[in-house]
């Protein structure tokens, strides 16, 4: 039973480490939600840009979809600076289920920027766009950090 106890202790520390990366990081400066949520409206002017285009209307060309791309570019290598790593491998198992609702959410507000796009006007969908932008982030922050802390608990 002492080589049983032992190797259930390297096991458990195995798993420490492999975890360490997905829950040990620094709090996001609160304006992380707020650089995220403008993703929302940028995704309603390349939707009624796009459809300018084919409707042979001048548009504004590439500029939202290229301010999407810088604004995910900046927090992608600002996330490795501050953390010092991305987590690579499996997620433990109670961040799994985050990370599943975040990128079928991710699908689903895309789709109803998308709708609010084409049937609202720009006034109401510029600013509900940022807020279903900015409300999933806020949601996924506050379901990782309590999937986070039953990791920790699990491990501890």
Do not use: C, H
């Not at 409707?55 to 290229?66: D, F, I, M, R």
């Not at 796009?117 to 950090?145: D, H, N, Q, R, T």
């Amino acid at each position: 039973t002492m080589e049983s106890n032992e190797i259930r202790e390297q096991l458990l520390e195995a798993e420490r480490a492999a975890a360490a990366p997905y829950v040990i990081y620094p709090k996001d400066p609160w304006w992380y939600p707020v650089l995220v949520g403008f993703i929302g409206p940028l995704l309603v002017l390349v939707f009624t840009q796009t459809i300018g285009a084919f409707a042979g209307k001048t548009t504004w060309g590439a500029l939202p979809s290229l301010a999407i791309t810088l604004i995910a570019l900046y927090i992608v290598f600002d996330q490795r600076r501050r953390r010092g790593t991305m987590p690579r491998g499996k997620a433990p198992r109670e961040l799994r289920g985050v990370y599943r609702w975040y990128f079928t959410g991710a699908v689903v507000v895309a789709i109803g920027i998308g709708a609010l796009a084409l049937l609202a006007p720009i006034y109401v969908s510029l600013p509900a766009s940022f807020l279903l932008a900015f409300g999933g982030i806020m949601w996924f922050g506050a379901a990782y950090e309590r999937a986070a802390a039953r990791v920790r608990a699990r491990l501890a």
